[in-house]
């Protein structure tokens, strides 16, 4: 039997003291509790230590490159494209991939976007995805490099073999509480990102009610910290700070939010998916020297709406089905005439969650037909009786509990009152 250099209960002291860790102690530790010999209850005691005394930023970047090599690594070398990816901390209504990553790979590019399921109020694009029929989202790493080849983008789902410590350290956060922290946050997306192998990569950081992080400076720390620790790992990083306040468009939820990307693609859809689409999109093609790409215009010609066939059908998607549409709905109305003055993401995303659109544990399935869809935003006039949103579920026992949540989540003011957005949709860059 191998000993041990290090004791962990001496490690836990010293971030518990507000003490630092050398390169050599956090490399032992990841290693050591992913292969097992540190107990999960010895590991949240250390989380906790972080998550109150906080990491410097040399032991961040230590974190996260142990994480890194507790797996594998992609390469994508041999494909013969650049490649350029897209990061959203999360958010309610937040389908951006969608429309982004054909519209960014019909440049020719190549977009891996390896992604996740949806823990919480905040969905998740394979959810979303898996409402197409015949769609996959596990692929071998052979067909996602002829995909990135062929059609230049892939949405899957990234596998157990990517930074596996930040798989289990992120299920261990989740049941105790210290999910919410800065250094625990950034080296968890970032050790995913840079063992996915991508050559440049925009985070959408999100701050406001429906975000991980509700304060738009500890948004824009964190958005700091990530770039550098992408930067330093040899990934062209670009941060982009993004209100989430207010649901993202007028659907919330997985089919329909597919069907509003759709329709993004063709073309139309909410302005303010349009916008931060478009944003993102120009960032990740600047990253990669094609910073005049005419990226609203790919949206208009088709172009982008080819890409997305492309990719949904390499990955057994019936691209022209039928989405799944649920057998109940609940249209709530305006009781006056006014103006909608609030409209909270928090809310929305948890209703939606309740009627089904979202699961409490990782193995719950979801249901792809559930979900809300607006009729107004926020700033729009209303008359007495004109429909506010449209709550959809499989299963009518649903709506009490959607409804609850609801409470308090809009409201109806008179003409010339404070709409309350939380400011632009757009809140900066950090480079
Ligand atoms: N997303 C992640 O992948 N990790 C976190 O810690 C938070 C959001």
């Known amino acids: 039997m191998s000993i041990e250099p290090f004791d962990v209960v001496d490690l836990i002291r010293t971030k518990r003291d507000k003490g630092v860790l050398s390169t050599a102690q956090i490399n032992w530790m990841v290693d050591a509790y992913t292969r097992g010999y540190i107990a999960d209850e010895q590991m949240s005691a250390m989380t906790m230590a972080i998550f ?57 590019v190549a977009v891996p976007q390896l992604s996740g399921r949806g823990l919480g109020h905040t969905g998740g694009t394979l959810d979303k995805l898996e409402s197409i029929p ?31 410590a930040d798989g289990k350290l992120y299920a261990l956060r989740d049941i105790t509480g210290t999910v919410e922290c800065i250094p625990l ?34 948004s824009r720390e964190l958005a700091q910290v990530m770039v550098r620790l992408g930067e330093d790992a040899g990934v062209a990083t670009r941060a982009v700070l993004t209100n989430m306040n207010v649901p993202l468009g007028l659907a ?8 509003e990307s759709v329709e993004v693609l063709a073309g139309g859809g909410p302005a303010d998916v349009v916008a931060l689409t478009v944003e993102l999109a120009r960032h990740m093609l600047d990253l990669v020297g094609l910073g005049d790409a005419d990226v609203e215009g790919a949206l208009q010609n088709g172009q982008a709406m080819d890409a997305w066939r492309g990719m949904i059908t390499a990955q057994g998607g019936d691209v022209d089905a039928a989405l799944p549409v649920a057998r109940e709905t609940h249209t709530v109305v305006a009781e006056a005439d006014g ?43 209303v008359v007495k009786g004109q429909h506010l949103f449209t709550m959809h579920t499989n299963d009518a026992a649903r709506f009490d509990r959607a409804l609850e949540a609801l409470e308090g989540g809009y409201r109806i003011g008179a003409a010339g009152d404070d709409v309350h957005t939380g400011g632009p949709l757009i809140a900066g860059v950090v480079d």
């Open 52 to 108: 109150l005394n906080g990491m410097q930023r040399d032991e961040i970047r230590d974190l996260t490159l142990a994480m890194v090599a507790s797996g594998s690594r992609l390469d994508f070398s041999g494909l013969g494209k650049v490649t350029t990816d897209k990061h959203s901390t999360g958010g309610v209504g937040d389908k951006i991939t969608l429309p982004l990553a054909p519209l960014v790979a019909s440049f020719g």
């Open 134 to 164: 015949g769609w996959r989202a596990s692929i071998t790493v052979d067909e996602m490099m002829q995909q990135l080849k062929d059609v230049g983008g892939v949405v899957c789902a990234a596998g157990s073999g990517l930074a596996p």
């Open 185 to 218: 946050i950034a080296s968890s997306i970032m050790s995913k990102k840079i063992a996915e192998g991508t050559g440049a990569l925009v985070l959408d950081v999100k701050f406001g009610s429906g975000a991980f992080l509700k304060d738009i400076e500890l």
């Open 252 to 259: 919330i939820g997985n089919a329909n939010e597919v069907r």
């Open 339 to 381: 103006v909608l003055v609030e409209q909270h993401a928090l809310p929305f995303g948890i209703a939606a969650w309740r009627l089904g659109a979202g699961r409490a544990r990782k193995e719950d399935p979801v249901d792809h037909a559930a979900g809300i869809d607006l009729h107004a935003k926020p700033g729009d006039s």
